[in-house]
């Protein structure tokens, strides 16, 4: 007796087989039943990770015909190593450097203004820091800043770097930063009253950071102008939740931290 499929869908209204893609680390593919985009930044069996520019994970199960890659139907498949998810760059956008162990901490050291700052600092660069082994610690405010470096006692093998809010020409930042002279320590700034201003609004969901009236708390007036909150701890988390990798902030944060970063690691003789 001649035997027959239990498929009876005629061949010609079968779909295609999708092409298999390994679901490399860093992969940008779409998920089309909800929509999420994101990249690949794990992958288990039957499950993938992705991590969208916003920093919020899905999990998904790596089905035939599952994902869309520049728009066309893929199957993710396991890469044929683990090796393959390991991430290739860090938040901050520099080559990865997977098992590297944390470098001895250096004398040097660099000072931010505030416990957001420092939060914000490590969230990115983090890795590049563990690995130069550069301790990032924070102040309350920078007033005293001319007597906190004469204590820190910076050197050629001991730089300091500092990082301050709103350092702009005229402003009392300015002022305070024009009276520190060592030339191993480097202060530098961005334009911004508070760090949240740093963090891209489209990246936190809103269309601008609001303008906050001369004399009022510029975090709780930000709060208020945007209905959010007034627990300023908790928003800030929320913010920092948002934060992904260097593509979240603003250029003009991204280059002064790195400047501090090269000051601090800079050899004995530069």
């Known amino acids: 007796m001649r035997q027959y499929s239990a498929d009876l869908t005629p061949p010609w209204k079968k779909p295609k087989p999708a092409p298999e893609v390994p679901a490399e680390a860093g992969l940008v593919v779409e998920e089309p039943g909800t929509g999420f985009c994101g990249a690949v930044i794990r992958c288990e069996a039957g ?3 992705l ?5 919020k994970h899905r999990v998904f199960p790596m089905e035939p015909r599952g994902f869309l890659l520049e728009g066309r139907v893929v199957t993710l498949v396991r890469p044929p ?9 860090t938040a901050s956008g520099s080559v990865a450097v997977p098992g590297a162990r944390a470098r001895v901490a250096r004398a040097g050291r660099i000072y931010v203004e505030g416990r957001h700052d420092a939060e914000l600092v490590e969230r990115v660069w983090g890795d590049d820091l563990r690995i130069e082994g550069v301790v990032v610690e924070y ?6 800043l001319p007597s906190i470096v004469a204590e820190f006692a910076p050197g050629p093998d001991a730089r300091l770097g500092i990082l301050v809010d709103h350092l702009l020409p005229g402003t009392k930042e300015w002022r305070i930063a024009q009276s520190v002279t ?23 969901g809103i269309a601008a950071w609001p303008r906050v009236p001369h004399g009022q708390d510029w975090k709780t007036g930000v709060c208020r102008a945007l209905g959010w909150p007034e627990n300023t701890g908790a928003v800030w988390q929320a913010i920092l939740a948002k934060v992904g990798s260097y593509k979240d902030l603003e250029p003009e944060l991204l280059g002064r931290v790195e400047e501090l970063i090269d000051f601090v690691t800079a050899p004995e003789d530069s």
């Open 47 to 49: 499950t993938v990770t």
């Open 51 to 55: 991590e969208d520019r916003f920093g």
């Open 81 to 89: 190593s683990s090796s393959a998810l390991r991430p290739t760059r």
């Open 139 to 144: 102040l309350e405010g920078v007033d005293d």
């Open 182 to 204: 060592s030339e191993h320590a480097l202060v530098v700034g961005h334009p911004y009253i508070d760090i949240w201003e740093a963090v891209k609004p489209s990246s936190v």
